[in-house]
């Protein structure tokens, strides 16, 4: 008898599993959709460029949160005095050559990803970029040939404190004086320094920092580095001392 109970209810046990309803699988729970961050574009600035006004636009790395019970006048107050936008000729760096340069003042607060050109005369929008990048400053320079914008930009976080600033490696962009045919002239893992002009061959050599020891930081006991490059042709910069060159002058 006992012999008959155990198959009996081996097969019981199959038909109830073979008639409960499939599990779900895990790809059929929906999951968290990423909140966006908010887009910020900041106040319109003239830059001198005849019929051409440029709005920085980016966001808020810690935005601060106003409590109900203050009323909106004050709260719009405290909006106006923190604000995503470029300060002319102030901040940290310095454009020595430079007719006019913009900074990104709060770059420990604000994120500034892009610029839209907009053409007061004709109507039309274009931004800088397609995609993003993180842009500490910009200067304008009408004393080439043919006139450009100089822009600090910063593409890796090196240091991972979820902040693009100029304690990463800040990089030398170039464009025409109306933001098209943007190009990168010194590498990603550099800290560009400062440039100087040479008119009369019409070329600019850039200098730079390279973090040789690897440590993450750009410091005084890194390694510097120079490019040359021709301002009526922006590109990336060719390296004047060969590693071999620097290599036999290093201190034993």
């Known amino acids: 008898m006992k012999s008959f109970i155990f198959p009996l209810t081996v097969c019981f046990a199959l038909i109830f599993n073979s008639c409960q309803p499939p599990k779900k699988k895990d790809q059929n729970i929906p999951k968290p959709v990423p909140k966006k961050q908010a887009l ?14 440029l709005f920085p636009v980016g966001t808020n790395y810690k935005p601060q949160v106003y409590e109900g019970n203050r009323n ?3 709260t719009l107050l405290d909006m106006a005095k923190s604000t995503l936008t470029f300060s002319s000729n102030s901040g940290a760096f310095s454009d020595r050559l430079a007719e006019k340069e913009y900074i990104n003042g709060n770059e420990n607060e604000f994120d500034i990803r892009n610029i839209l050109f907009y053409d007061l005369k004709g109507g039309g929008t274009y931004p800088l970029v397609s995609d993003t990048i993180h842009i500490l ?3 304008i320079h009408k004393e080439f040939p043919s006139p450009k914008i100089f822009y600090r930009v910063v593409k890796k976080d090196i240091n991972k404190d979820s902040i693009y600033n100029s304690k990463d490696p800040v990089m030398l962009f170039i464009s025409d004086i109306f933001g098209k045919n943007l190009v990168q002239v010194t590498p990603d893992n550099e800290q560009f320094l400062d440039y100087f002009y040479y008119s ?3 070329k600019i050599l850039i200098k730079s920092a390279i973090d040789a020891d690897d440590n993450k930081e750009f410091t005084s006991s890194d390694e ?4 040359d490059m021709d301002i009526k042709d ?3 910069g060719r390296e004047i001392f ?3 060159l620097k290599d036999s002058l290093r201190f034993k």
């Not at 910020?40 to 006004?53: A, K, M, R, T, V």
């Open 200 to 202: 009369d061959t019409q």
């Open 242 to 244: 060969s590693k071999s």
């Open 234 to 236: 922006p590109k990336m």
């Open 72 to 74: 909106s006048s004050e």
């Open 137 to 139: 400053s910009f200067a």
């Open 40 to 53: 910020i574009i900041g106040n319109p600035l003239d830059c001198g460029i005849e019929n051409i006004s």
């Open 224 to 227: 510097t580095n120079f490019r």
